[in-house]
């Protein structure tokens, strides 16, 4: 997940504006704010994460992060009609939405919140324009996305998600189409904190939680190469993992 490491100018006129992240694979992406403008190869084609000083990087002090994470819990829930994705099942899981600075309405960003222990730890955030994915606060060894809300569920049956919008459509689809009588039936939906590729590592680390409330679990990720792979990996951690395949 990309952590910000350096801010640079842009040729929009920012001064640094730009905002320079690692992927996941050690290369290196950026995002202007002024101009919202994404920007592949920020430091030069090639150049990664190793390859800026760690004296040049930013450092945010705690206090600094935590005021991040409180200005985007107070962002807004908000229909996002092109993935069909309504405001309730947002402010169920707390996503908040980010629009443009340009007209004020049209959804920008999307922001994934994430628990650590029962306190926010971060924010997922992700361009919806382009997919591009980084992180505000800390995402090392988070719970589940959806974690605090399956808890306290009283569901006894868990679906995995592969992503967090997956979680948030499903959750709304059992809303939207259970029977009434069976309605206490529904089970909790969460998602991977950080992919298919991580799967196998971070069911893993959650299981003894994961175990401890749940009395069945199933998986339901996407039905392409790394999505069969990782429900390869949760399989050899938990045989009894039941699979929901897609039709």
Known sequence: MGQCLVKLPHS???RATLQVFANEDDSLSGYCFSCKTYVADPMGAGKRAEDIPKAQRLRK???EIQAELEEISGYQCIDLKDRRLRADVLEYYGIKVGVSEQDGHTPTFQYF???KKGELSAFKVK???????WSVGDQRDVDLFGWEQAKSSGARRLIITEGENDAAALKKIFDMYEKEQYKDTIPAICSLPHGAAAAGKDIARLLPDI?????????????????????????????????????
């Open 113 to 115: 919140p994430y628990t």
């Open 127 to 133: 361009l919806l324009d382009g997919k591009k994915f």
């Open 61 to 63: 002090s705690p206090e």
């Open 211 to 247: 175990k401890k409330y749940f009395k069945d679990v199933a998986v339901c990720f996407d039905d392409d190469a790394a999505g069969k792979a990782a429900v390869d990996d949760v399989s050899k951690i938990m045989p009894e993992v039941k699979v929901v395949g897609f039709p």
């Open 12 to 14: 929009c006129g920012g």
